[in-house]
């Protein structure tokens, strides 16, 4: 079959990093044309400043990747849908869980694919910890997501804006880990957000969740961290202790610790080309729920000004 002709909306770090070499390794696409107002894409590929040039002036294009700020993916992706074009969202996949919803029924009506992209259930650890625990009963789990978000974020002020989630950017990517691999749905309990005293969104959070048969579940969210990054899932079930590090790189069980070659975004693009032939979309919410949950039931509490 013809390769899949793909446009990335939004040049920044995660598309020159994962989005740009993902595609040139999968046969099944072409990189047809880059969009962003800012950033140029790869020498020799078509680019436009905004969508609607590329839809207007630009070469034909089947989907487009969007990777920009989610506070501005809602009216893009409307766009692209509204134009038969395949839809990939970049995690969190809006701003609002209303604003997925309602591409999630465009892209039903117009017969295309809405993908709602969570990277980090392609880590290499995730998939086997989630048959392992299929066959446990957990009794509880922890989750330690601590990064620095000077090392990761350098100067985007959108993080810290409303829809930007803050910590929560990073800490989506553990709750979507989550949400796949535990056997039961799990709901929040109780959520302080700290909260800088010159930001929207919190630097810190401290959470917990529970699943439908109670067993607890603590999260602990910071961007404060220095030195060494901690991307802990830690579950204890009947069978002994589950431990996801690294942001699911590595599985330690009780039999031996597990360590594979990590390909996310491979397996993103692998994923979004198999919904496309089977004319299929994926747009699932639960990580982003909770955090509207966390946001909804949190307990806010103002800290230092963060100058980031």
């Known amino acids: 079959m013809d390769p899949i002709r793909i446009a990335i909306v939004g040049i920044g770090k995660i598309a020159r990093d994962q989005h740009i070499p993902a595609i040139n390794g999968n046969a099944a696409f072409s990189l047809a044309a880059t969009v962003s107002p800012h950033n140029k894409g790869p020498e020799g590929i078509p680019h436009f400043d905004t969508l609607d040039d590329l839809i207007a002036h630009g070469p034909a294009v089947d989907a487009v990747a969007l990777c920009t700020p989610p506070q501005v993916r809602y009216d893009l992706a409307a766009l692209a849908l509204a134009k038969g074009m395949h839809v990939f969202l970049e995690k969190p996949p809006g701003a609002t869980l209303a604003e997925v919803a309602a591409l999630e029924s465009r892209a039903e009506k117009v017969g295309v694919t809405l993908f709602a992209s969570w990277h980090s259930r392609f880590a290499a650890g995730v998939s086997p910890a989630r048959a392992w625990l299929a066959e446990r009963t957990v009794s509880s789990a922890s989750i330690v997501w601590r990064e620095d978000v000077r090392v990761w974020h350098p100067g985007q002020a959108w993080i810290w804006e409303p829809g930007g989630l803050g910590v929560f950017d990073p800490g989506i990517n553990a709750l979507s880990i989550v949400t796949h691999i535990l056997p039961r749905p799990i709901f929040l309990q109780s959520a302080t957000l700290e909260i800088p005293a010159n930001r929207a969104a919190p630097i810190a959070a401290d959470i917990q969740?529970?699943?439908?048969?109670?067993?607890?579940?603590?999260?602990?969210?910071?961007?404060?961290?220095?030195?060494?990054?901690?991307?802990?899932?830690?579950?204890?079930?009947?069978?002994?202790?589950?431990?996801?590090?690294?942001?699911?790189?590595?599985?330690?069980?009780?039999?031996?610790?597990?360590?594979?070659?990590?390909?996310?975004?491979?397996?993103?693009?692998?994923?979004?080309?198999?919904?496309?032939?089977?004319?299929?979309?994926?747009?699932?919410?639960?990580?982003?729920?909770?955090?509207?949950?966390?946001?909804?039931?949190?307990?806010?509490?103002?800290?230092?000004?963060?100058?980031?």
Do not use: C
Request: charged share 25%.
């Open 209 to 308: 969740f529970r699943d439908t048969a109670g067993a607890p579940i603590h999260m602990d969210l910071d961007w404060r961290q220095t030195g060494p990054q901690s991307w802990d899932i830690i579950v204890e079930t009947d069978a002994g202790t589950l431990k996801l590090s690294q942001g699911g790189a590595v599985l330690a069980l009780p039999s031996g610790t597990q360590r594979n070659e990590d390909l996310e975004y491979p397996g993103l693009y692998a994923r979004f080309a198999n919904l496309i032939r089977g004319g299929r979309s994926d747009a699932d919410i639960a990580p982003l729920r909770l955090v509207a949950d966390a946001f909804l039931r949190g307990n806010r509490q103002m800290v230092d000004a963060f100058h980031d």
